[in-house]
């Protein structure tokens, strides 16, 4: 955990995925905050859980505070898994260490292709992946109620995380059912154990699957998938050599598979030798969504399956369960000197990692106060518009700078191409309001899905905000109720300033005389 902690504790927090989730948590537990943010003011969904005991937090201890201590506490789910998983698998700790040094350090992106994560900031997902990993663990040691527990506690706080795992869960329990279940009953109490710990993700599930949605001429899962999140979701946009990375990952899975293989020659290696037989017969069931993925991707011009995010698990549980396999194998190929001379490069290359990750960590510390990692200018309209408005004042804002503006300035705004809705109406108005905060130059309607268009889109979407009229301005407050229009120094407009800096300009609505 000290790894962990030292790499990713202090590491863009209240950045990339927290600036979105933690003001949703904490206008959750205070609705009073911005009552008038149509972004914050969404349901919860599946995040209701999560929300629930970290919004409060938030209240109460502020931002930062919430994102360190929910860190640590991911953390420790993950730690305490990885430790279960490595007992089972009889890795001592310098070989385990190794594992995960290998892990979190050979690649920037601990996933395959998919760009998917399970360290990092303070999430929903973080917390279900700490427990898909305690459930991984408590799956090899055969308590499998305890695993069901923990997957269906995962399925509440992130319904996909926790819902593939069980899925690929079921089809590993079926792969030799004579040895792993002990009749129907059996089952039939894993999967309600399942299903009474997953209740926080019922609603959300069934109201994503029937819930009807206004007519549009492009469909909200269209938008998810190949307008917003083709990096996640959209395998025909990835770099053209994603798939190096994963035949590279499978090559040294099969290799280390087979050197376990060969080293099981005793009944006193026999119980090692299944959980690592086990893990690796997990780590290829989590390919097959990924896999049978791959073949549909062609074929679903709406993302109406890829929306499921059906990559996910397969593009981070290969990565890690072959580091852990790999270290595995090394530690049972040596002889037991060569083995102790292995360990202690291993707690020397620990240390080494640990040395370089504390020197960062420092720095980290000392420039935590600017720990939103916003420019000065950007602070001082936020800190003007906070002292300065009224706190149902909405303001009309970039729909790609100043991603952070709700929470600092707290005051409403529009929308922002970041910040996507979970559910399928709001998801259509999201991309209204974004076409009205661009002039119309939106461009998602051309139906093309072998590039990631996100870049091109946020340049058309400044394009269009920064070349927006005085009557489309002024139209743009009128029809949001805004009182206030902010732009970029060199964007004029016949509109009293009501304030301005170096880089913005703060325009107020024009009086009906």
């Not at 790609?400 to 191409?417: M, P, Q, Y």
Request: with cysteine; glycine share 6%.
């Amino acid at each position: 955990m000290a790894l962990l902690s030292l790499k990713f504790l202090l590491d863009n927090n209240m950045n990339v995925n927290e600036e979105d989730v933690l003001p949703l948590a904490k206008q959750y537990a205070d609705p009073n905050w911005i009552a008038g943010d149509w972004y914050l003011n969404q349901p919860p969904s599946y995040r209701l859980l999560f929300e629930t005991l970290f919004g409060r937090l938030i209240v109460t201890w502020g931002f930062l505070a919430t994102s360190v201590v929910g860190r640590l506490l991911c953390y420790a789910l993950v730690a305490g898994g990885l430790v279960l998983i490595g007992r089972k698998m009889c890795l001592n700790m310098p070989f385990l260490m190794l594992a995960i040094g290998l892990f979190i350090y050979t690649s920037h992106r601990q996933g395959i292709a998919a760009s998917e994560w399970l360290l990092g900031g303070l999430e929903p997902k973080t917390v279900a992946y700490g427990l898909v990993l305690l459930a991984i663990g408590l799956m090899l040691a055969g308590y499998y109620f305890w695993m069901a527990l923990m997957l269906g506690l995962a399925t509440s706080f992130h319904v996909l995380v926790g819902g593939w795992t069980f899925v690929v869960v079921l089809g590993w329990l079926a792969l030799r059912w004579k040895t792993r279940l002990q009749g129907i009953r059996h089952f039939g109490s894993i999967v309600l154990i399942y299903l009474l710990a997953s209740a926080f993700a019922i609603k959300p599930v069934l109201e994503q699957l029937f819930a009807p949605f206004p007519g549009s001429s492009v469909t909200p899962s269209y938008i998810y998938v190949f307008l917003r999140l083709p990096h996640h979701l959209n395998p025909l946009s990835w770099h053209s050599n994603w798939w190096l990375k994963l035949a590279a990952y499978l090559l040294v899975l099969a290799f280390s598979v087979s050197l376990l293989w060969r080293q099981q020659q005793s009944d006193q290696l026999s119980a090692q030798y299944t959980a690592c037989m086990e893990l690796a017969e997990f780590t290829m069931l989590c390919l097959v969504p990924f896999m049978l993925s791959l073949a549909v991707a062609p074929f679903d011009s709406e993302g109406s399956f890829l929306q499921y995010y059906p990559f996910r698990l397969g593009d981070v549980m290969l990565p890690l369960n072959t580091c852990l396999l790999f270290a595995c194998a090394l530690q049972q190929t040596f002889k037991q000197r060569e083995r102790r001379v292995l360990s202690l490069v291993c707690i020397l290359l620990f240390s080494g990692a640990c040395s370089i990750q504390a020197v960062t960590f420092q720095k980290q510390l000392l420039t935590l106060s600017q720990f939103s990692k916003v420019n000065l200018e950007s602070i001082a309209l936020c800190d003007w518009v906070r002292t300065h408005t009224p706190t149902d004042t909405v303001v009309v804002s970039p729909p790609v700078e100043l991603v952070k503006f709700t929470w600092l300035a707290e005051r409403s705004t529009i929308a922002k191409f970041k910040l996507l809705p979970q559910t399928k109406a709001r998801i259509l108005e999201w991309y209204e309001r974004l076409s009205d905060l661009s002039g119309g130059f939106f461009p998602g309607t051309t139906k093309e899905r072998t590039k990631d268009r996100r870049n091109r889109m946020m340049r058309a979407l400044t394009y269009g905000y920064n070349h927006l009229t005085t009557a489309q301005a002024d139209a743009l407050m009128t029809k949001y109720r805004a009182t206030y229009f902010i732009t970029g120094i060199k964007h004029k407009l016949d509109l009293a300033i009501a304030y301005r800096n170096s880089r913005y300009i703060l325009y107020s609505k024009k009086t009906s005389e």
